[in-house]
């Protein structure tokens, strides 16, 4: 019975099969949680996975200057759009760096998170 199931398999994704088979795409699993109440009472950090934006970069920024090169250089990379690059200039030069939020100090993620 589970010899056909196998074959049923192969025909039917036949790709996966052989990825699965290959034992190239391996994880391995290196810890076990004994005490699932550990897992509901860790912290959880909700910067999981975040990419920051220009603006997260930007709020970083010390002086006009900085924040010049951070919009240049992500210009250059095409990160952002040379009308969105543009605008942040213009909002830079009206307003001021602090226009784009208060400063972001050493360890922000860590504080927000709670991890530290």
Known sequence: MVESNRESFKKM???LSRELGSGENKVTIDSVQA???DVEN???DKFHN???TVLD???RCATE????EIIDYLEKR???TKEHAKELRKQLENRGVRSFGPKKEQGYYFKQSGLC
């Open 13 to 15: 994704f036949p790709n």
């Open 35 to 37: 005490n699932p109440e």
């Open 42 to 44: 860790a912290p959880i």
């Open 50 to 52: 975040y990419n920051p």
């Open 57 to 59: 970069f930007l709020r």
């Open 65 to 68: 200057n900085e924040a010049i």
């Open 78 to 80: 095409c990160e952002i």
